[in-house]
């Protein structure tokens, strides 16, 4: 990672006082406009059912169009992640990842689920993005992306969402988002 990207992020002890994990950069310095993690996770559309994977569930993110994602890596939302990535195959081709529910993801940019939200002491310093993989995606890269639609059926692309950083990010910073704002 710290090759390839020039940074190595990390998920650690929050420097909030009672926030649990979050996400740091550890080694290196993310450049602004980085994409500094990916937000796994099972992506339900609108109208797709999520009502019990979602009882006590701080990891579904919503994006502005209603989807959904649930980047629970405990419990029903585990169960049904590795469900729909074991249904999801195209031959040899594994059409997403889920070794991001294990403390070791292939993909290490796979921790997005664990930024914590900004406060008046620590700014954001990364945003979301939220995307759509568009049908020409490589299909051997498809193994890498820690996202899969809940329904095979749906006839809308899969989508992903990044974090993208602000400013400058250095060694020993924690990543902050802030959770009611999205970058079109
Ligand atoms: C998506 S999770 C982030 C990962 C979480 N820190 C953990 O260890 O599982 C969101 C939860 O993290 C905690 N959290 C996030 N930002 C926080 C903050 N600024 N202050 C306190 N708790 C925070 C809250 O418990 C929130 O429900």
Same mark, same amino acid.
């Given at each position: 990672?710290?090759?390839?990207?020039? &940074?190595?992020?990390?998920?650690?002890?929050?420097?909030?006082?009672? @926030? $649990?994990?979050?996400?740091? =950069?550890?080694?290196?310095?993310?450049?602004?406009?980085? #994409?500094? @993690?990916?937000?796994?996770?099972?992506?339900?559309?609108? !109208?797709?059912?999520?009502?019990?994977?979602?009882?006590?569930?701080? &990891?579904? &993110?919503?994006?502005?169009?209603?989807?959904?994602?649930?980047?629970?890596?405990?419990?029903?939302?585990?169960? =049904?992640?590795?469900?729909?990535?074991?249904?999801?195959?195209?031959?040899? &081709?594994?059409?997403? !990842?889920?070794?991001?529910?294990?403390?070791?993801?292939?993909?290490?940019? @796979?921790?997005?689920? /664990?930024?914590?939200?900004?406060?008046?002491?620590?700014?954001?310093?990364?945003? /979301?993005?939220?995307?759509? #993989?568009?049908? $020409?995606?490589?299909?051997?890269?498809?193994?890498?992306?820690?996202? =899969?639609?809940?329904? @095979?059926?749906?006839?809308?692309?899969?989508?992903?969402?990044?974090?993208?950083?602000?400013?400058?990010?250095?060694?020993?910073?924690?990543?902050?988002?802030?959770?009611?704002?999205?970058?079109?």
């Amino acid at each position: 990672m710290l090759n390839t990207l020039g &940074f190595v992020t990390e998920r650690k002890c929050s420097s909030l006082q009672l @926030a $649990g994990t979050g996400v740091f =950069v550890v080694r290196g310095r993310a450049q602004k406009g980085s #994409v500094v @993690a990916m937000y796994p996770g099972t992506i339900y559309q609108a !109208d797709e059912p999520i009502f019990f994977q979602s009882i006590r569930n701080p &990891f579904v &993110f919503r994006c502005i169009d209603g989807i959904l994602i649930d980047g629970n890596d405990k419990a029903m939302s585990k169960i =049904v992640f590795r469900s729909c990535s074991r249904r999801d195959r195209l031959g040899p &081709f594994s059409l997403s !990842d889920s070794s991001w529910l294990t403390p070791h993801p292939v993909n290490p940019l @796979a921790v997005g689920q /664990y930024v914590n939200n900004c406060s008046n002491e620590k700014a954001a310093n990364v945003c /979301y993005q939220e995307y759509d #993989v568009p049908d $020409g995606f490589p299909l051997e890269l498809r193994q890498f992306l820690p996202n =899969v639609k809940y329904r @095979a059926d749906t006839q809308r692309p899969l989508r992903c969402v990044v974090l993208v950083s602000l400013r400058d990010i250095t060694h020993g910073e924690e990543l902050f988002s802030n959770y009611y704002t999205i970058v079109h």
